[in-house]
């Protein structure tokens, strides 16, 4: 039933390891999206796919690498984990916007809290 | 790169009071979004507004959008408990579906 879910809820590691959060969404939308979210609650993006196609890319280091198979996954694996990526990962999909310009919002996923240790 | 401010970034009010929210931005937006937040969960869609100046009530909460359609408020009448939570605005602009998301207001309704 759930509309965007991700894997794990909760994911503690050590500095230095590789992870990957999963995402999946059962909603039919084009648009997938990786959100982090700090320890002061502020959402920022960091990618965006449309369709499996790549299209927001903001300044993210290198050892994050998004991977979507197909228009219902986007994935998020990180190399190389640090202290500072401790945070909440959110993962959101939507529709295409619709005109004009009609943004039809984000479905969000639960999280996954990444601790760093 | 568009900002959006909400202000207060943090309220804590008895049951029954009101309290209203802004989110301000100099960018114009196509469309602006609030959602709610609960601990452990994501961000939930309450409400988009188009138009400049347009009005949206959704039982107690009333938001309203600019006439430039650069800020937006929320009013919530008779607050309760229930109504606790993370409240972020968000802005789209006009080409393709980024939002950018304002830094939340954590609202805390006391019994």
């Known amino acids: 039933d759930t509309a965007v879910s991700q894997t794990p809820k909760y994911l503690v590691t050590q500095m230095g390891n590789d992870k990957s959060i999963k995402c999946e969404q059962n909603?039919?939308?084009?648009?997938m999206y990786w959100y982090k979210q700090d320890s002061k609650k502020f959402l920022k993006i960091m990618f965006s796919?449309?369709?499996?196609?790549?299209?927001i890319n903001e300044t993210v280091p290198n050892r994050f690498s998004p991977k979507s198979p197909d228009k219902a996954h986007l994935n998020l694996h990180i190399n190389s984990l640090e202290l500072g990526d401790s945070a909440v990962y959110f993962c959101?999909?939507?529709?295409?916007?619709?005109?004009?310009?009609?943004?039809?919002?984000?479905?969000f996923g639960s999280g996954t809290r990444l601790t760093v240790v | 790169t568009q900002l959006l401010e909400q202000s207060p970034q943090f309220l804590s009010i008895q049951e029954g009071e009101n309290l209203t929210v802004y989110c301000n931005s100099s960018?114009?937006?196509?469309?602006l979004q609030w959602y709610r937040q609960e601990p452990g969960e994501g961000p939930v869609l309450l409400v988009t507004?188009?138009?400049?100046?347009e009005v949206k009530k959704l039982k107690r909460l009333t938001f309203q959008f600019g006439d430039a359609r650069k800020d937006s408020s929320l009013h919530i009448t008779a607050a309760q408990p229930g109504d606790t939570g993370l409240y972020l605005c968000?802005?789209?602009?006009?080409?393709?579906?980024?939002?950018?998301f304002g830094e939340g207001t954590q609202l805390t309704v006391n019994p």
């Open positions: 796919y449309n369709n499996k196609e790549l299209i």
């Open positions: 968000a802005g789209a602009g006009f080409s393709g579906s980024r939002l950018t």
């Open positions: 507004v188009v138009t400049g100046g």
């Open positions: 909603l039919g939308h084009d648009t």
């Open positions: 959101a999909s939507s529709r295409l916007p619709g005109q004009p310009y009609i943004n039809y919002g984000y479905t």
């Open positions: 960018s114009v937006f196509s469309s």
